[in-house]
């Protein structure tokens, strides 16, 4: 009997706690600095109103009043800096070649039509501009706009140039950088810790079992941004005819799990930036805030633009 009055006063003990500290978290933690806040993010530039990683679609959405630059970058054979999503030029430019095989002089153009990823049968129609831009391009263009780096592959040299460029333009405190990748995330936090890192995909999986299990609240997190999917919108593109049983019901499930309004309070009392990516509609625009998000994720940056100011949604401070 006192064996149970003790499990049972350790556990309401225990939980009593965790949730306090859940809703409370600066009780344990100090909450991060945040250099800047981002409600509106521009992905690729905004892939649905210009072509992908193109300096135009980064100027339109500057233009705009975006918040954030969301970009992708890879190493040339000549170790130039390049923004570009594919490290094959094949599905952007035709040519069946690597950019890491390539100097940046013999880098070819965009084509003229590019699909877009994340909307059901949409191609963007690009102008002149169609050159696969440097990222000092980009700091230089936009020296005051935070920007959003994935490093897409497992390259030192890649990651040490970016730190250093990052450095030499005065954007430690304009820059978050990462990848889904662990490797790719823990070389960019120990190469220079004072640029803010991603959760990566593995750590994005702690963090749920932290959450549902209540030891959140007690761990110490080092990442300042949490970009997660909305799981739900796979339905919208790939079609929910062409999906199987199985696959909706993941969809659905994962959803469920990672869509956590609690969850993402507790991350933000702590200085930490949430942002669903990559969401098309007002539909999903208004969920994921309703949520709690900081910030989305959009390839359309005028209808999140439009969106924002007819919900009376403030700019961050």
Not at 152 to 176: F, Q
Not at 216 to 245: A, C, H
Request: aromatic share 8%; glycine share 6%.
């Amino acid at each position: 009997m006192c064996a149970a009055v003790y499990v049972l006063s350790t556990v309401t003990g225990y939980v009593l706690t965790s949730a306090l500290l859940m809703k409370c978290p600066n009780l344990l933690h100090r909450r991060k600095r945040e250099p800047f806040l981002s409600k509106h993010i521009s992905h690729r530039g905004g892939a649905g109103e210009n072509l992908e990683n193109t300096m135009a679609a980064f100027k339109h959405a500057v233009d705009l009043g975006t918040d954030m630059l969301e970009l992708d970058c890879h190493l040339t054979k000549d170790e130039q800096v390049v923004v570009s999503h594919d490290a094959s030029l094949l599905r952007a430019s035709g040519i069946n070649a690597h950019i890491s095989d390539m100097t940046y002089a013999e880098l070819p153009p965009y084509l003229c039509k590019l699909g877009v990823t994340f909307q059901r049968e949409c191609i963007c129609e690009g102008g002149e501009d169609k050159r696969i831009p440097l990222l000092k391009d980009v700091f230089e263009a936009f020296p005051h706009t935070p920007v959003n780096i994935d490093i897409k592959v497992n390259d030192d040299r890649l990651i040490k140039k970016v730190s250093e460029m990052v450095v030499n333009y005065d954007r430690e405190n304009l820059t978050v950088w990462g990848n889904a990748s662990n490797k790719i995330v823990n070389k960019c936090y120990t190469e220079n810790p004072r640029i803010p890192v991603l959760f990566s995909l593995f750590r994005v999986l702690q963090l749920l079992g932290l959450f549902y299990t209540g030891l959140l609240p007690f761990v110490p997190l080092k990442e300042q941004f949490l970009e997660i999917p909305m799981p739900s919108i796979i339905t919208k593109i790939k079609g929910p005819d062409r999906l199987t049983r199985s696959q909706r019901l993941i969809a659905w499930l994962a959803d469920t799990l990672l869509m956590r309004k609690t969850l993402f309070q507790h991350l933000t009392a702590r200085g930490i930036q949430v942002y669903i990516w990559v969401l098309n509609d007002e539909e999903d625009f208004q969920r994921a805030f309703d949520l709690g998000a900081t910030g989305v994720m959009t390839d359309f940056p005028t209808r999140l633009k439009e969106f924002l100011d007819l919900n009376g949604i403030s700019k961050p401070r």
